[in-house]
């Protein structure tokens, strides 16, 4: 295992032009400025590309407000992100921990906290897999690569200072440590509704949403897309929001409940709490199940 020292602060940045971070990413306009890990700038709909700012523009805003600097995973892009949460024992990165740093072999930094690791490649995201799974040592892994962000410090570990392509090993480590994900199947449902759009993505069915609200001629509820940004939209508690969104995604989604799931994860909505276990399901799967059970409209159209 190996001992380290951190000083850096979550909002500290340490060289006066962002030489710390990797030249790689700077050449994506996807950072956000955020606070307490929260999103500054912008402070909403960070998730649109249109949004995000130059790392120039970021950074700058970071010094001047003392915020932190951050960087998006896009459905478009080519990055992914691996996410080591408390894997420090004993003041040590665990031997597991550096093990899939070693095999992934890219761009890797300390996180703010100093008991985490950040390590970002090119690659894609396993759909067969959750996007969270514990560790054997210690901790746990997170894994994205659309619609979330990482708070990077710029403090780079052991010389990983370089994004690389490592699609078989960002593969090969998904496989080792996420759990696969779980099939949703609802016999009441398949009986009563037409066999889901396979290849409908979760940006279809959010470019659909807003073609049909800006129309104004028909009659949507509004709120999906507030709810679809990580707002409540006037519900009083999170998990109420996510039942209204589940709720709406039933019907955009077709009864489609893989998809259902896909664009939840791609929301502003999505955050770790949707992997928690309840029992032997998830909390995501389990919203899914009861909105399944209860609902019956279905959108009848064509995605954009």
Same mark, same amino acid.
């Given at each position: 295992m190996s001992r380290f020292t951190f000083s850096a602060q979550p909002n500290s940045h340490n060289s006066t032009d962002g030489g710390d971070y990797p030249e790689r990413l700077k050449q994506f306009d996807q950072w956000v400025v955020t606070s307490d890990k929260k999103p500054m700038h912008?402070?909403?709909?960070?998730? !649109?590309?249109?949004?995000? &700012?130059?790392?120039?523009?970021?950074?700058? !805003?970071?010094?001047? +407000?003392?915020?932190?600097?951050? /960087?998006? /995973?896009?459905?478009?892009?080519?990055?992914?992100? /691996? %996410? &080591?949460?408390?894997?420090?024992t004993n003041g040590r990165f665990t031997q597991e921990a550096l093990d899939f740093v070693s095999r992934l072999d890219s761009y890797t930094? +300390?996180?703010?906290? *100093?008991?985490?690791?950040? +390590?970002?490649? $090119?690659?894609?995201?396993? @759909? $067969?897999? !959750?996007?969270?799974?514990?560790?054997?040592?210690?901790?746990?892994? $997170?894994?994205?690569?659309?619609?979330r962000y990482f708070l990077l410090t710029g403090a780079v570990y052991n010389e990983h200072d370089d994004v690389v392509a490592a699609p078989l090993w960002v593969t090969s480590v998904q496989r080792d440590v996420l759990p696969p994900k779980q099939r949703f199947t609802f016999r009441e449902v398949e009986n009563t509704v037409s066999p889901p759009d396979t290849d409908v993505t979760p940006q279809q069915v959010y470019q659909t949403i807003r073609a049909y609200v800006k129309s104004g001629e028909h009659d949507v509820d509004r709120d999906v897309l507030s709810l679809w940004e990580g707002g409540l939209a006037g519900r009083s508690s999170e998990s109420e929001a996510d039942m209204a969104f589940i709720s709406q995604l039933y019907y955009w989604g077709k009864a489609d409940a893989g998809l259902m799931d896909e664009c939840f994860r791609a929301s502003g909505r999505m955050r770790p709490k949707w @992997? @928690?276990?309840?029992?032997?399901?998830?909390?995501? *799967?389990?919203?899914?199940? !009861?909105?399944?059970?209860?609902?019956?409209?279905? /959108?009848?159209? %064509?995605?954009?």
């Open positions: 912008p402070s909403s709909g960070w998730q !649109k590309g249109s949004n995000q &700012l130059t790392f120039e523009h970021a950074y700058q !805003k970071a010094i001047e +407000v003392g915020g932190g600097l951050a /960087f998006c /995973f896009m459905q478009d892009g080519p990055f992914i992100g /691996f %996410d &080591l949460d408390d894997v420090v930094e +300390v996180s703010s906290s *100093g008991t985490g690791l950040h +390590v970002i490649a $090119e690659g894609s995201f396993d @759909d $067969e897999r !959750k996007h969270r799974g514990p560790l054997n040592e210690a901790g746990h892994i $997170e894994v994205y690569d659309n619609g @992997d @928690d276990t309840r029992g032997e399901q998830t909390y995501g *799967g389990l919203t899914i199940a !009861k909105v399944c059970e209860s609902s019956t409209d279905i /959108f009848g159209g %064509d995605y954009v």
